[in-house]
């Protein structure tokens, strides 16, 4: 038997942690894009209009890039232990390992890191994806890591959440996640036309449709937060019990949400209250009166179709 590229073929092979997620690194990097090419043209706003522009930018560029960029993190509930626990199964051997467990809308991922990394002659270094998305069998890969022979504390967090489990994890978290990234990408949608109306005369619409991207965003949070009604089943890992609670995508959807009704609320306020100072910030101020003389002179306007078809100043002499 040979070697292929310094590899022996039909031996299982090292593992490693999966990189950083990929589609969340390219809509970061998108979004980081369009803030970097408006630095670049801010120098050209002249004025106060300059500082207006850079907040309603980077507050509006914020709030999309955060909607979308939760749908690919796997943070919305997490939960990490260190403990000293079985690393095979039929082998009595024991570990010292970090497990992490990150939930999100689509999945969940387990992490599994050795401390140190090299033991028993291995490198303890796993991160497992388990997906529930509409196109993917949770139970189809349960079963091929059950055949690749994963590490029993992957294999235990990993069954928890399987169909068939009695802890009924699977359900609610793959329905709250269902509906919480349904009512976020229409969140999405309302932002795009939010942008849309506040560029436009249309300051109120636009206030509205911000409030309706707030109400969405804060309606996915609470679907997923409806899952915390359901008892949670203990999960022991050797020495230490797990326990997750919300993250980081949990919280910034939060306060995105929160930050989106305060914004659309000043918007609907100001256009009641002070419109001119709306329209000074939205950079949409009258610009009909700087045509006018800066001295008190009126403006005079000439209907040019008024005096195309008025009646001509006729000289007529008859002579007899």
Not at 22 to 30: A, D, N
Request: charged share 10%; hydrophobic share 50%.
């Amino acid at each position: 038997m040979t070697a292929w590229d310094g590899v022996m073929p039909f031996y299982p092979q090292p593992r490693h942690a999966a990189g950083f997620s990929v589609p969340l690194l390219i809509v970061i990097l998108v979004f980081l894009c369009l803030a970097a090419s408006f630095l670049l043209i801010l120098p050209g706003i002249r004025g106060r209009s300059r500082w207006f522009w850079l907040v309603r930018v980077l507050l509006s560029l914020f709030i999309g890039a955060e909607i979308v960029a939760v749908h690919f993190s796997g943070d919305w509930f997490v939960g990490g232990v260190w403990t000293n626990t079985s690393y095979k199964a039929f082998s009595t051997a024991r570990v010292q390992v970090h497990v992490g467990l990150h939930v999100g809308l689509v999945g969940v991922n387990i992490t599994l890191r050795g401390t140190p990394v090299q033991q028993l002659n291995e490198t303890i270094d796993y991160n497992e994806r388990f997906t529930w998305r509409l196109d993917e069998d949770y139970t189809k890969e349960y079963v091929d890591a059950l055949e690749k022979g994963l590490p029993d504390p992957v294999l235990y967090l990993a069954e928890k959440f399987t169909p068939s489990s009695p802890c009924g994890l699977y359900h609610q978290y793959h329905l709250a996640g269902h509906y919480a990234a349904a009512t976020l990408w229409v969140a999405f949608c309302f932002w795009i036309i939010a942008n849309a109306l506040l560029s436009m005369p249309a300051q109120l619409y636009g206030g509205l449709a911000l409030l309706t991207t707030s109400a969405f965003t804060l309606f996915a949070v609470f679907a997923f937060a409806s899952v915390s009604s359901v008892p949670l089943c203990p999960f022991r890992l050797g020495s230490a019990a797990l326990t997750p609670h919300y993250g980081a995508s949990f919280w910034v959807t939060l306060a995105t949400g929160i930050l989106s009704l305060l914004l659309g609320g000043a918007v609907v306020i100001l256009h009641y209250t002070r419109p001119s100072a709306l329209r000074s910030f939205l950079d949409q101020s009258v610009k009909d009166c700087s045509c006018q003389a800066k001295g008190n002179s009126p403006l005079i306007f000439n209907n040019l179709q008024h005096e195309q078809f008025k009646a001509p100043d006729l000289n007529i002499t008859t002579v007899l």
